[in-house]
């Protein structure tokens, strides 16, 4: 009854910021787009040229193919570009959210497509027996703290790269390990030479001190440029008000003593910083965060729930919203602005859920819990807007969007990989690239390059998508070459703008190239392992026509969209058959795990020469 009356109360006060910041020269929504949650990708345009990649696929069974651990509650992780490389900071619990014991994981990449194994940065940490928490009967017997960092990095000054985390402690499974009653922060400096310097205390909770904590503090550290570069970040009130849920409710640093959830914010030309929070609360400060102009307030038109909202200024000096827009933890979208202040539109990020493998206390479905590269952490030299986030609360992602962000495309495909500039084949491609669902162009026998999807994830599916001028008459040509005939699947789609297919054909698992009729499938002809097929289509969207012709040779004279569409904006490459679950009626909490969640496939690859429409 608590919960409900606490929920309802908040809605309120929702509702009641909401009309406050109609008058408030705020950060506001006022376009039209809005997602439909029965879809997992919400319906939503995809901005152009985002390549999702998986960094971290959690495996229980088979913890060598993962972190080495075998845990499978891995979530909120934060983003740094230092010294010519990306680093994320994930935390990770051994099966659900709050369940100790939790630790904090590490991985790096030099191009934000190949990730080192994640090491941990912050191990395990054990509660001395006896602590309890005021006004709670539970006291701690053998029980290790969780993580719970709501901040991961700080590039100082002069260069120098803290990492950050902190342990909370959670008695029991509803405990909260963000109630101000936790142990403290860590930190420890990244070198250079790519090695992490020894642990340190940092900030301690009420009851906690350099007497009952296992690491020192952080005055102690003989490096006087690592305390000079802590001092520096406690000094700064924009970085620690990241800490307002962790640390205790007085503390003196935390400048906007409010019940806010995991502050990201960014600067106006005119030096206001505009900060945003879960629920799409939002404020503004002119002295770097030693005020605020005004209680935080939900944004006009955002539609965000409890997840985290991400919010920077982009390379061409225009800003980014990236959240889900929605009350579940789906679509991943993003919305851009050129002042900062009125975002105008709505494109899709990612708008896969993948199979959440493993059951867990508080795993919510999605790609979830955003965060980009915050104000001083780094620039990558492609200029693009990079982001991590969490799928399932399971596994851990990063995505790239091309800046400036756009859903249009300029021309009709013409991808003949192997002509095109190394390095810049997929610029125009979205894709979801998994660690056994890999995506990539790669040199065959004959040296030549070809987009090659690959897969042998029982769960997931790899899948690349080009979006193409608006067309109600289409020609496409695609060569591709099944490495395969006896397994696998490849679906080629051809969908509107909203995402929804009017015509499928598929290498199906049995030797067959076949097309969607309705209800079923009607075979086109059989297919050989190795062999290429030069695939045209010809469809007309009034007439819900198409036709097929393979090797200059028409196998299918005609078909019927299976679904009208009004144009054709996408052509989309799967190789597994689409999701629909979870839905907006599933249940919250998934408590079971999968069979067999650790185990691979036989794997199936797709070789793709080239892509041509008009």
């Given at each position: 009854?608590?919960y409900?009356?606490?929920?309802n109360?908040l809605?309120?006060?929702?509702?009641?910021a909401?009309?406050?910041a109609?008058?408030?020269?705020?950060?506001?929504y006022?376009g039209?787009?809005?997602?439909n949650?029965d879809?997992?990708?919400g319906?939503?345009r995809?901005?152009?040229?985002?390549?999702?990649?998986?960094?971290?696929r959690?495996?229980?069974q088979h913890?060598e193919?993962?972190e080495?651990?075998?845990?499978?509650?891995?979530?909120?992780?934060?983003l740094?570009?230092w010294?010519?490389?990306f680093?994320?900071?994930?935390l990770?619990?051994s099966?659900g959210?709050?369940?100790p014991?939790?630790?904090?994981l590490?991985?790096?990449?030099k191009?934000?497509?190949?990730?080192?194994?994640?090491?941990v940065?912050?191990?395990?940490?054990?509660i001395?027996?006896g602590?309890t928490k005021e006004?709670q009967?539970l006291?701690?017997?053998?029980?290790?703290?969780?993580m719970?960092?709501?901040?991961?990095f700080?590039?100082?000054k002069k260069n120098?790269l803290?990492?950050?985390g902190?342990?909370g402690i959670?008695l029991?499974?509803?405990?909260?390990?963000?109630?101000?009653?936790?142990?403290?922060?860590v930190?420890?400096?990244?070198?250079k030479d790519?090695?992490?310097?020894?642990i340190?205390f940092?900030?301690?909770?009420?009851?906690?001190?350099?007497?009952?904590?296992?690491?020192p503090?952080?005055?102690t550290a003989p490096?006087?440029?690592?305390?000079?570069?802590?001092?520096?970040?406690?000094?700064?009130?924009?970085?620690v008000q990241?800490?307002?849920e962790?640390?205790?409710?007085d503390?003196?640093?935390?400048?906007?003593?409010k019940e806010?959830?995991a502050?990201?914010f960014?600067?106006?030309?005119?030096?206001?910083?505009?900060?945003?929070w879960?629920?799409?609360l939002t404020?503004?400060?002119?002295?770097?965060?030693?005020?605020?102009l005004?209680?935080p307030?939900?944004?006009?038109?955002?539609?965000?729930?409890?997840a985290?909202?991400w919010g920077?200024?982009?390379s061409?000096?225009h800003?980014?919203?990236v959240?889900?827009?929605?009350?579940?933890?789906?679509p991943?979208?993003v919305?851009t602005?050129?002042?900062?202040?009125?975002?105008?539109?709505l494109?899709?990020?990612?708008?896969?859920?993948t199979?959440m493998?493993?059951?867990?206390?508080y795993?919510?479905y999605?790609?979830?819990?955003?965060?980009?590269?915050?104000?001083?952490?780094?620039?990558?030299?492609?200029?693009?807007l990079?982001?991590?986030?969490?799928?399932?609360?399971?596994?851990?992602?990063?995505?790239?969007v091309p800046?400036?962000?756009?859903?249009?495309?300029?021309?009709?495909?013409?991808?003949?990989?192997?002509?095109?500039?190394a390095?810049?084949?997929?610029?125009?491609?979205?894709y979801n690239?998994?660690?056994?669902?890999p995506?990539?162009?790669?040199?065959?026998?004959?040296?030549a390059?070809?987009l090659v999807?690959?897969d042998?994830?029982?769960?997931?599916?790899?899948?690349?998508?080009r979006?193409?001028?608006?067309?109600?008459?289409?020609?496409?040509?695609?060569v591709?070459?099944p490495?395969?005939?006896?397994?696998g699947?490849?679906?080629?789609?051809f969908?509107?703008?909203k995402g929804t297919?009017?015509?499928r054909?598929?290498?199906?698992?049995?030797?067959?190239?076949v097309?969607?009729?309705?209800?079923?499938?009607?075979?086109?002809?059989?297919?050989?392992a190795?062999?290429?097929?030069?695939v045209q289509?010809e469809?007309n969207?009034a007439?819900r026509?198409y036709?097929?012709?393979?090797?200059?040779?028409?196998?299918?004279?005609?078909g019927i969209f299976?679904?009208p569409?009004?144009?054709?904006?996408?052509?989309?490459?799967?190789t597994?058959?689409?999701?629909r679950?979870?839905?907006?009626?599933?249940?919250?909490?998934?408590m079971?795990?999968l069979?067999?969640?650790?185990?691979?496939?036989?794997e199936a690859?797709?070789?793709?020469?080239?892509?041509?429409?008009?």
């Amino acid at each position: 009854m608590t919960y409900f009356l606490n929920k309802n109360l908040l809605l309120a006060l929702l509702c009641c910021a909401s009309f406050a910041a109609s008058a408030q020269d705020t950060v506001r929504y006022v376009g039209n787009t809005l997602v439909n949650v029965d879809y997992h990708h919400g319906q939503l345009r995809p901005a152009v040229g985002v390549h999702n990649t998986q960094l971290f696929r959690a495996n229980r069974q088979h913890p060598e193919k993962a972190e080495g651990v075998g845990w499978t509650y891995n979530h909120a992780p934060m983003l740094a570009y230092w010294n010519n490389q990306f680093f994320v900071e994930y935390l990770s619990d051994s099966v659900g959210e709050s369940v100790p014991p939790g630790h904090t994981l590490l991985s790096t990449s030099k191009d934000g497509n190949r990730w080192t194994r994640p090491e941990v940065i912050f191990p395990a940490y054990r509660i001395p027996d006896g602590t309890t928490k005021e006004g709670q009967t539970l006291v701690a017997k053998g029980l290790d703290a969780v993580m719970h960092q709501r901040m991961g990095f700080y590039v100082s000054k002069k260069n120098r790269l803290l990492i950050l985390g902190y342990y909370g402690i959670c008695l029991d499974e509803h405990d909260d390990p963000n109630d101000g009653n936790g142990i403290g922060r860590v930190v420890r400096e990244m070198g250079k030479d790519g090695k992490p310097g020894p642990i340190y205390f940092i900030h301690y909770n009420h009851r906690w001190n350099p007497k009952n904590t296992s690491y020192p503090f952080y005055t102690t550290a003989p490096d006087k440029g690592f305390v000079e570069a802590c001092n520096e970040l406690l000094a700064t009130p924009l970085m620690v008000q990241q800490w307002v849920e962790e640390s205790d409710r007085d503390d003196p640093l935390i400048t906007l003593k409010k019940e806010v959830k995991a502050l990201s914010f960014y600067h106006l030309p005119d030096g206001r910083a505009v900060a945003l929070w879960k629920n799409a609360l939002t404020t503004m400060s002119k002295d770097e965060g030693k005020t605020w102009l005004y209680n935080p307030t939900r944004a006009p038109g955002f539609v965000n729930s409890n997840a985290k909202i991400w919010g920077q200024r982009t390379s061409d000096g225009h800003y980014a919203t990236v959240y889900n827009p929605s009350e579940f933890r789906w679509p991943l979208a993003v919305s851009t602005s050129a002042d900062g202040l009125n975002y105008s539109n709505l494109w899709l990020v990612n708008g896969e859920i993948t199979t959440m493998r493993y059951g867990g206390n508080y795993k919510s479905y999605g790609p979830q819990y955003v965060r980009g590269i915050e104000e001083g952490n780094g620039t990558p030299p492609d200029k693009k807007l990079w982001v991590t986030y969490s799928m399932n609360k399971e596994d851990i992602w990063v995505a790239s969007v091309p800046v400036p962000v756009t859903d249009k495309a300029t021309a009709q495909a013409a991808d003949d990989f192997d002509k095109l500039p190394a390095g810049q084949e997929l610029e125009k491609w979205n894709y979801n690239s998994g660690l056994w669902t890999p995506v990539a162009i790669e040199k065959g026998s004959d040296g030549a390059r070809a987009l090659v999807l690959r897969d042998r994830d029982p769960f997931d599916y790899a899948r690349a998508e080009r979006v193409i001028p608006e067309s109600k008459v289409l020609v496409a040509e695609l060569v591709i070459t099944p490495q395969q005939a006896d397994r696998g699947l490849l679906d080629i789609e051809f969908q509107d703008g909203k995402g929804t297919a009017g015509v499928r054909l598929s290498f199906d698992s049995t030797g067959n190239f076949v097309t969607k009729a309705g209800y079923r499938y009607r075979n086109i002809m059989k297919y050989q392992a190795g062999e290429q097929y030069r695939v045209q289509v010809e469809l007309n969207t009034a007439a819900r026509f198409y036709t097929v012709t393979v090797n200059d040779k028409k196998v299918l004279p005609g078909g019927i969209f299976f679904a009208p569409l009004h144009s054709i904006e996408r052509i989309v490459l799967r190789t597994g058959t689409i999701r629909r679950f979870p839905d907006a009626d599933s249940p919250t909490d998934q408590m079971y795990d999968l069979p067999n969640g650790g185990e691979e496939t036989r794997e199936a690859a797709y070789s793709i020469k080239s892509l041509k429409t008009h």
